[in-house]
């Protein structure tokens, strides 16, 4: 059974920092492509960014050069470092495995102003 569980989320002022972790379990890790997304009240969950098994990443422009993802295959568990975040940051952040669409819970991020 393939569980996904998220947890770094929380309370930061802007231009504060916040390190997201999502660990998997029940799924060979190492091999897969991890996601993470987004979902501001009243908006559509939103693409934020990508890893795939090598490490190449993509991200999304509005979080380009503040976000970072990465992953520990030892830890099964991929992390998104956001710098500078601003209050349109303001989201539930959710991590996506692509192969099976698996989704974790959920994590509540929140950035005042």
């Known amino acids: 059974q393939v569980q996904l569980v998220e947890s770094g989320g929380g309370l930061v002022e802007t231009g504060g920092s916040l390190r997201l972790s999502c660990a998997a379990s029940g799924v060979d890790f190492s091999t897969k492509i991890m996601r993470w997304y987004r979902q501001a009240p009243g908006k559509q969950r939103d693409f934020i960014a990508f890893?795939?098994?090598?490490?190449?990443?993509t991200y999304a422009d509005s979080v380009k050069g503040r976000f970072t993802i990465s992953r520990d295959n030892a830890k099964n568990t991929v992390y998104l470092q956001m710098n500078n975040l601003k209050p349109e940051d303001t989201a539930v952040y959710y991590c996506n495995l692509i192969a099976g669409n698996y989704w974790g819970q959920g994590t509540q991020v929140t950035v005042s102003s």
């Open positions: 890893i795939n098994s090598l490490g190449s990443t």
